[in-house]
């Protein structure tokens, strides 16, 4: 009976194992989750005609809203928020911003968050890490 019971306890064992397993999906590419986001510490600023803060010593909560594409940015110190901004996935684990230029970009990726945006009259920096 005792031996029954090992045979069976075994074959439960190896059953949770191989569908523990089978259950990991390979291809689960971070940038599809909410990899992204969390809190980034670092420089943050914000300009805005008389309006200039700036910080060595802030953060940036970053949330993926419902689109699944779009981001919104908290940024502490003050600073206005950036919300529903559009990503593009580039390279394996990193967004960059829809409409990137030059002068205007926020980059994201597992360990960084650079931020230079740039929207009617109004600046945020941000080189942020985790």
């Not at 439960?12 to 971070?30: N, R």
């Not at 003050?78 to 394996?92: R, V």
């Amino acid at each position: 009976m005792k031996k029954a019971i090992r045979i069976l306890g075994m074959l439960v064992l190896v059953f949770f194992a191989v569908t523990t397993i089978t259950s990991c999906s390979d291809d689960d590419d971070p940038a599809n989750n909410d990899f992204f986001a969390g809190t980034y510490k670092g420089s943050v600023g914000y300009a805005d005609g008389d309006t200039n803060i700036n910080s060595d010593d802030g953060s940036v909560f970053v949330t993926k809203i419902a689109s699944g594409t779009k981001y919104n940015f908290a940024f502490s110190n003050g600073i206005p928020d950036l919300n529903g901004i559009e990503f593009n996935q580039q390279g394996d684990n990193t967004l960059v911003m829809v409409g990137s230029t030059a002068t205007s970009y926020i980059r994201i990726d597992n360990n960084e968050l650079k931020i230079l945006y740039i929207k009617d009259g109004k600046t945020w920096t941000a080189n942020c890490t985790r």
